[in-house]
């Protein structure tokens, strides 16, 4: 079965500190995969996603993300966390077969940034 | 930019009440779904359409339905709502068909069925 695994429900990190969030995946083929960020009482919000190329993904408000095909992850990352980060961020992999642009989400992983 | 809205923010019903939670796009997206969000399970499809008058069943369809009567608009129905159905429900909305397209999300509907 498809599936999205997020193993930590919850990540605290000091701010200015750097953070990663972990994400790792289990499709057939090469899927294309995506991070989402929610702030409280709102909708998702897109951050970053990898089609091809580089492994190395930057998307909004400096977050990044890292493919890597052997270990089947996409973690996100940031160099320097600031306290406005904290959110529940969401990764999720659109397969390639099924067609109509679905995603498979992750069960979420919520982010404390500290003063 | 994308503009998804969703026609409630917060809404309270009672057990056996039918409830019709709307959501409109304004980017002539083909396709549009429906989600519902719960604690530790993240997001769950429930269902999907890809044109108008179409739709396909999600991974959780059992006691929803939905009706797309213009491209724009995307509506879920609960035809008896059970406490069961208490949830967060996101709308979304995409371009076309290609897989490394971008979803949208609308604001979200906090159902609370009493």
């Known amino acids: 079965a498809q599936s999205v695994a997020q193993p930590e429900d919850q990540v605290n990190v000091a701010e200015g500190n750097p953070l990663t969030v972990k994400c790792t995946y289990s499709?057939?083929?090469?899927?294309?995969l995506f991070w989402y960020v929610q702030y409280p009482n709102r909708g998702l919000q897109f951050l970053l996603k990898?089609?091809?190329?580089?492994?190395l993904v930057k998307g909004s408000y400096g977050f990044e993300a890292e493919f890597n095909k052997s270990q089947t992850s996409f973690h996100l990352k940031k160099p320097s966390a600031l306290v406005s980060d904290s959110a529940l961020y969401f990764c999720?992999?659109?397969?390639?077969?099924?067609?109509?642009?679905?995603?498979?989400f992750g069960a979420g992983t919520r982010l404390a940034v500290h003063p | 930019d994308v503009k998804v809205t969703q026609s409630s923010r917060y809404l309270v019903k009672r057990t056996g009440e039918k409830v019709f939670l709307e959501c409109v796009q304004d980017m002539d997206h083909e396709n549009m779904f429906w989600y519902r969000q719960d604690p530790g399970l993240g997001l769950r499809l429930i269902y999907f359409?890809?044109?108008?008058?179409?739709?396909e069943k999600g991974d959780i369809p059992e006691g929803y339905s939905v009706s797309r009567e213009k491209k724009e608009r995307f509506s879920l129905i609960l035809e008896s709502a059970s406490t069961n159905q208490t949830s967060m429900y996101l709308c979304a909305s995409i371009t076309g068909q290609g897989t490394a397209d971008t979803q949208y999300f609308g604001p979200g509907t906090r159902l609370t069925v009493l």
């Open positions: 499709v057939s083929g090469n899927p294309y």
């Open positions: 359409s890809y044109d108008v008058k179409m739709k």
């Open positions: 999720a992999v659109s397969p390639l077969s099924g067609g109509y642009n679905k995603l498979i």
């Open positions: 990898y089609i091809t190329g580089d492994n």
